[in-house]
């Protein structure tokens, strides 16, 4: 009689599976990714003058994620992680001699990584990629070689090709002091870029996306310029802030996500997308010793900023939103955003690829049903050293660094150890209280080591 059900079910149980998963409906999928932004500069992170309601009402309507994690500490490696699923050292994308890449450099994501993009293509998405870059000029590293049919935005960072000797964290950059170029699907159309009207035509460009695809499956990459600094307001939220220039550029990013957010309504897609925003590593924290007048973010509570492996430095704002689908609520279970990779695949019914190793994990139970997570180590990587390592509320430093002004990195034996969710701003060393801890977390960190293959260096 087994025999019988099991024929049953091969031959017409798993076809009629296939069929269901191949007919699913898949959603657009939409990521947000800010520039520089900190774990404290919205409202709903506890911000107390910085005004972002379309934000706050886009996590009281979706999940906020109080422990959600930059891939690095810094633009490059984020975001080559992010959009490949795998830690930055496995691409070569965090090694080399810099920190990020510069319009100069050699390297870039190299053409045999597979993106986001071009896995969802494979499913029958149309793909765009809209603002900031900064995984590569050279041939084969570019967005439209890399997976998106349609590319708009500025190739690096902002603060690139400068030609003023005013320091980029000034609270008046010059308009024609950096001649950064904007490009339109490899040709540049804009050379300096107008930063003051960046956000806004960055947002026309995903809203327009959206209209032209909007019968079809479509995933739009929105990674806004702002708030890396030099910071630049267009006249309608110019001195509107009391937080000064930089909460002009934050509360103007929020009325364009707020822009974003009602033009799905109104085009009838709401209900048929995933919308993520997140931050691509902590806030760049701008002193009056650099040269920045302030005009830099806030971590909030968490410790140290942009370029450290603190919490400051990669525990950033994480909201996901999706009318219908996603309850309204908050979850303190850790996440990266290297688990866009997996779930979008995961959704849109791609294959994984079998080829290479995949970091991000599907966190489609935690978004629907609030299942918790399977614990697993979330690995702080600066360039090519492994700093840190956290796995469940425990978090051990091998070394510790500043994001900028400290030229050696501390060793520390043993590691330093905060229980973060009673130490958010991992103050108190509890190392010595709990040994079991530290062996267990060494152990995670050997395993992960023991399977890693480090990618050709492209930072160069």
Request: hydrophobic share 40%; proline share 8%.
């Amino acid at each position: 009689m087994k025999i019988i059900v099991r024929i049953f079910l091969a031959l017409f149980c798993v076809p009629f599976a296939l069929v269901a998963a191949e007919s699913a409906p898949k959603p657009n999928i939409i990521i947000v990714l800010a520039d520089d932004l900190g774990y404290g500069d919205l409202g709903c992170y506890g911000h107390p003058s910085i005004r972002t309601p379309h934000l706050d009402r886009m996590a009281a309507e979706g999940l906020r994620f109080t422990d959600f994690y930059s891939p690095a500490e810094v633009c490059t490696p984020s975001r080559a992680a992010m959009l490949t699923g795998r830690y930055a050292i496995r691409s070569g994308m965090s090694t080399g001699g810099g920190r990020v890449l510069f319009p100069n450099s050699k390297g870039g994501l190299p053409a045999g990584e597979l993106t986001m993009a071009e896995m969802l293509k494979t499913r029958g998405y149309a793909t765009a990629h809209v603002g900031k870059w900064h995984l590569g000029v050279i041939e084969g590293s570019r967005p439209n070689e890399q997976g998106f049919d349609e590319s708009f935005g500025l190739p690096y960072s902002n603060d690139m090709d400068g030609r003023s000797k005013v320091p980029a964290g000034s609270p008046n950059p010059p308009v024609d002091g950096w001649n950064v170029p904007l490009i339109r699907n490899g040709k540049i159309t804009e050379r300096p870029a107008v930063q003051s009207t960046l956000t806004q035509r960055y947002t026309d460009e995903a809203i327009a996306f959206a209209h032209a695809h909007k019968a079809e499956p479509f995933f739009i990459y929105l990674a806004h310029t702002m708030p890396h600094v030099p910071l630049f307001a267009s006249a309608e939220f110019r001195g509107k802030s009391t937080r000064g220039l930089y909460g002009d550029v934050v509360e103007e990013l929020d009325a364009n996500v707020g822009r974003l957010l009602t033009a799905l309504r109104e085009e009838g897609l709401a209900e048929k997308t995933l919308v993520i925003f997140a931050s691509d590593n902590g806030p760049w924290l701008l002193t009056k010793a650099m040269g920045g007048n302030g005009q830099g973010g806030s971590a909030g509570l968490l410790r140290e900023g942009k370029g450290s492996t603190w919490e400051g430095g990669m525990r950033v704002p994480g909201i996901a939103w999706w009318p219908g689908r996603i309850k309204p609520g908050v979850t303190s279970e850790m996440v990266s955003a290297m688990d866009l990779f997996t779930t979008s695949l995961a959704l849109a019914g791609a294959e994984m690829p079998k080829d290479r190793a995949i970091d991000g994990a599907d966190i489609s139970t935690l978004l629907f049903e609030r299942k918790a997570l399977p614990e697993r180590p979330f690995f702080y990587y600066r360039g090519d050293m492994l700093m840190a390592c956290r796995l469940g509320p425990w978090k051990a430093h091998f070394w510790t660094q500043a994001g900028y002004g400290q030229p050696k990195p501390d060793a520390h034996n043993p590691p330093l150890l905060f229980h973060l969710p009673s130490d958010p701003s991992e103050k108190f060393d509890v190392a010595a209280e709990h040994p079991d801890v530290l062996e267990k977390i060494r152990e995670a960190v050997r395993v992960h080591n023991a399977t890693m293959v480090r990618g050709e260096p492209q930072l160069k």
